[in-house]
């Protein structure tokens, strides 16, 4: 993940758009950046280089070339004849849309 944040890694005109994996897809160039990453993998004592890491995670926290989704949505019909249906449960068991099956019933 660090080093697809790389300008290196940016596909640019410059390079006809081909960029060594990972790619920076976001083609996000900040010199910045560049050196924090370079400077994780040069550091290796621990403490140094969680110090680095923690300079990268606020640059990106501040800058946020990057950006996780987090909202997913995942819609499922149920015949409106089923009872006990609820709507999923994902932190306890995942994504499936069954997870309490076993309390329907079909009201008739």
């Known amino acids: 993940m660090l080093w697809s ?3 290196s890694r940016a596909r640019l005109p410059e390079n006809g758009f081909q960029a060594p994996a990972p ?3 976001g083609r996000y160039v900040n010199a910045e950046l560049d050196g924090l990453v370079a400077g994780y993998f040069r550091t290796i004592p ?8 923690g300079r990268i995670i606020r640059h990106v926290a501040e ?9 997913s ?5 149920f015949a409106n004849r089923l009872v006990n ?3 999923r ?3 306890l068991t995942g994504t499936n849309p069954a997870w309490n099956a076993h309390e329907w019933d079909v009201r008739s």
């Open 5 to 7: 944040l790389h300008s």
């Open 63 to 71: 800058q946020l070339p990057v950006m996780g989704t987090y909202y």
């Open 73 to 77: 949505p995942a819609p499922d019909a």
């Open 23 to 25: 790619p920076n897809f």
């Open 89 to 91: 449960n994902v932190g």
């Open 85 to 87: 249906v609820s709507p």
């Open 46 to 53: 621990v403490p140094e280089r969680i110090s680095v890491l």
